[in-house]
Structures are given as C-alpha cells and as structure tokens.
C-alpha cells in the first residue's frame, strides 16, 4: 500500500528557532500534498495544498511566509516553520494524493504527524 | 462552506457490542468520503472511502454507508474489540476547485474488555 513518511515525529525547540517537517511519498509520486495542523482532541485543519514545482496554495488565515512549503519533486514537500512561537506548538500531519487515476477516487494517504513543541 | 459534524464525540461500549458512528455534512456535492481511524499521537489510517456514486464499502468488520442527498454517513463497527479504541474520523472530498478534505471532529471510541 502507500506509504507516507513524515520526519521528525517530535521536535522540542527555543523559540524563534525555525523548523523544517519531510513529507515523502516512498512508494507513489504525489503530485499534490497536503499540509495540515491538529490541536488537542480538534479535528485537522487544512493549512497548504501543494503542487510540485509551483508554488502553494495557502488557505485563509494561514501566514505563507511563517509557514513556507517547498514540493520540489514527486515524492517529497517540506514545511518550515520560521521564527516558531509557543502558539506554534501543535501536530502537524502531511497527506499525499498519488498521480494517475481519478481525482475523485484517489484516497489521501497521511504521514504520522510530527509534534512540534516550542519552548 | 462545508461543514462535517460527527455525533457522538466519544462513546464508551463492552467489547463485543456492535456500533454506529454518525457523520453528516452541509454540501451534498461530494466526490467521495473517507472514514479515518486516529490512534493518539499517530496520524491517520484511511479505513474506507466511498465515491460519491456508491451507497456502501465493507472492510471486514466495517461497514461504511452514504446516503448523499441527506448528508450523511454511519460507520457501522460489527463485535468490536479493545483495539478498536481510538478516534473516528470522516472527511469529506468537495468538487469544485478546492477539492480538499474537510474533517469532522471525530468520535473518540473506547472499547472496554
């Protein structure tokens, strides 16, 4: 089946250091990724669809320059969190959609998540 | 804007009881609905996903339902077991543009040996 690694799985840092999350698709090429935030006992919250080689698509309150997003190839995205904050601690998951196919009927397939703690 | 609700958000039940997890949204027009199981700290396992034109999935013990012009989806869960226990989660796929996931907040569930 596909599988989607995320690195690291937990990250403790100071504040203001900035913090890089992989997302790789080890076993399909995914054209778009999916990045999004869960909080405690929350559901998850979409922040970015990305693309490779073109830049991504934020939605609505998410800050671009915070939270930069690089899919330089098919099978792997990277998030970075700049300049990270205590409002920043939170779990952080990535989703992978395959190519070929239908749209439609292509399940998303979710990394482990990475939880990100800032002191 | 789609809107997923999910009820109840947790549910406590002795192992070997069958269940029914409840997920409705606002905008029928779907692609598809995927149910996601959520084990704590742990990202997500896609369990089933039913294209907008199907009415169920079956995995096993899981059975997953749509009825798309209401907005809703059951989970039904046959003789479940301890290590069923974790969270529940539904998404939905729009049409359109966007065409994102949308999540309901989850139903916790804890089966009790």
């Known amino acids: 089946g596909a599988v989607v690694s995320q690195h690291p799985s937990w990250v403790i840092c100071k504040s203001g250091t900035s913090v890089k999350i992989e997302c790789r698709s080890l076993?399909?090429?995914?054209?778009?990724m999916f990045w999004y935030r869960q909080f405690p006992k929350q559901s998850l919250m979409l922040m970015a669809t990305s693309n490779e080689g073109s830049k991504a698509t934020y939605e609505q309150g998410v800050e671009k320059d915070k939270f930069l997003i690089n899919h330089a190839s098919l099978t792997l995205s990277t998030l970075t969190v700049t300049s990270a904050h205590p409002e920043d601690s939170s779990f952080y998951i990535c989703?992978?959609?395959?190519?070929?196919?239908?749209?439609?009927?292509?399940?998303?397939?979710f990394g482990d998540g990475t939880r990100l703690s800032i002191l | 804007k789609q809107e997923v609700t999910q009820i109840p958000a947790a549910l406590s039940v002795p192992e070997g009881e069958n269940l029914v997890l409840n997920c409705s949204f606002t905008?029928?027009?779907?692609?598809?609905l995927q149910w996601f199981r959520q084990d704590p700290g742990k990202g997500l396992t896609s369990l089933l996903l039913i294209q907008s034109s199907q009415r169920e999935q079956t995995s096993g013990r899981l059975n997953a339902s749509l009825d798309k012009s209401s907005g809703r989806s059951t989970l039904y869960i046959a003789a479940s077991q301890p290590g069923d226990s974790a969270t529940y989660l539904c998404?939905?796929?729009?049409?359109?543009?966007?065409?994102?996931?949308?999540f309901g907040s989850g139903t916790q569930l804890t089966v009790l040996p």
């Open positions: 989703s992978a959609l395959g190519q070929g196919g239908s749209y439609s009927n292509q399940p998303q397939h």
């Open positions: 998404a939905v796929k729009g049409t359109g543009s966007a065409r994102q996931l949308t």
């Open positions: 076993d399909f090429q995914a054209t778009t």
């Open positions: 905008d029928s027009a779907i692609y598809n």
